[in-house]
């Protein structure tokens, strides 16, 4: 529509042109798109290298165990896991094998089952324990009825994984299970019997788990994890191998965020990757005097990292991600009180505002172009 009292108004340009006029007017000057692009965790977990051949279970014993043994060269550089815990992971995928991950959250235990189905270019399914309302429908199936076919059966999306041969199969939060879904998968697990039962019935339909299919449940384990149930130890024996994530350090964290945002500054993610080590090492020892439970996952530095990279300044991210984690009930005692003052401690606090955070340049977002304030720009 025509703008009010707009002097020498010819005619108007044209919609796209206006827009694209309004989406300069917006831009820092010097803004390198390119620069500031954010890498995909998705992206970041498919290594930079693929073996030409993968062998499977039925291989035989000498291609097996040389591919196990040079496989940290499909690693990507991304995932933060020591070589022998990926060959560990690499073995029981290729001999369709169980493996139990533990560790505190957002600390890559998913990412790793994701690389290892990309590295090994298997196909993969995922689970989620924590949230499976019916187990019964999740991984048999239900019953329906249609006017034309009738009754009829219809199996489940987990019945299709356990019969795709060299599957990959992600039982995420398995912590979390039902006492119905610890059931159902007491069989399945199981190297000796591997079916799934379709009821309770004496004569039963069986299921048989396809050949070369790996199980890999996660686990988070400890106090601070609500919700969350200690594994049965005659179902944690069917897991044949348990690998707990490494503990990451700084330099870790720190890569992996600066792989995730390369624009940012390192010592900006250097300076989150710190804060996050010296809250879990409080958490870890159980430190008495700072009241701090609840570990910081590597998944909340990303997340403030990636308000960094779209413009937010450092305490504005570390505001709406790493405080809200934290109680604020008790005062001076309060858990947020003392991640505050760790977040001091690193140097960061409220007037550290206009730091330039970027490798190439600083992101100017206060000085806009002023030519877009005439209204003669849109008109001829």
């Not at 300069?24 to 977990?45: G, H, M, W």
């Not at 993610?269 to 020892?285: C, D, P």
């Not at 701090?292 to 960094?308: D, K, Q």
């Not at 109680?327 to 001076?332: A, H, I, L, M, V």
């Amino acid at each position: 529509q025509p703008v009010i009292n707009a002097p020498r108004v010819k005619k108007f340009r044209t919609v796209e042109k206006i827009v694209k006029h309004s989406e300069r007017a917006l831009q820092p000057r010097n803004f390198d798109k390119e620069t500031f692009v954010q890498k995909s965790i998705a992206e970041l977990l498919v290594p930079e290298r693929l073996p030409l051949n993968v062998p499977n279970s039925s291989d035989t014993f000498k291609n097996i165990v040389t591919f196990i043994h040079n496989s940290y060269k499909y690693k990507p550089d991304f995932l933060k896991i020591s070589d022998t815990k990926w060959r560990l992971l690499v073995r029981a995928a290729l001999k369709g094998e169980n493996v139990l991950i533990t560790g505190d959250k957002g600390e890559g235990k998913t990412m790793a089952v994701k690389a290892l189905s990309n590295s090994l270019k298997r196909p993969l399914f995922t689970f989620n324990f924590g949230n499976m309302q019916d187990a019964q429908t999740t991984l048999i199936g239900k019953t329906h009825f249609d006017t034309t076919k009738g009754t009829f059966f219809a199996k489940s999306h987990f019945v299709q994984a356990i019969t795709t041969p060299n599957s990959i199969i992600l039982l995420d939060e398995y912590s979390r299970t039902s006492d119905d879904a610890s059931n159902i998968m007491f069989p399945v697990l199981d190297m000796n019997q591997r079916y799934l039962r379709l009821n309770d019935e004496v004569n039963s339909p069986l299921v048989t788990v396809a050949d070369g299919v790996c199980f890999i449940a996660t686990a988070n384990i400890g106090h601070e994890y609500t919700g969350t149930r200690t594994i049965d130890a005659a179902m944690k024996d069917r897991f044949s191998t348990s690998i707990e994530v490494d503990e990451l350090k700084v330099e870790d964290r720190t890569s992996i965020m600066k792989a995730a945002f390369p624009a940012i500054k390192k010592d900006i993610l250097e300076k989150i990757s710190k804060i996050a080590y010296n809250i879990n090492f409080k958490v870890k020892a159980q430190d008495s005097n700072t009241n701090i439970s609840v570990a910081l996952s590597t998944r909340m530095c990303l997340a403030a990292a990636s308000l960094i990279n779209d413009g937010f300044t450092v305490m504005e991210a570390i505001a709406s991600t790493v405080y809200p984690e934290y109680s604020d009930e008790g005062g001076d005692q309060a858990e947020r009180t003392f991640v505050k003052q760790i977040v001091q401690g690193t140097g960061i606090d409220v007037d550290y505002k206009n730091i330039p955070v970027y490798e190439s340049q600083e992101f100017e977002t206060k000085e806009w172009d002023e030519t877009t304030n005439s209204t003669e720009e849109y008109y001829e």
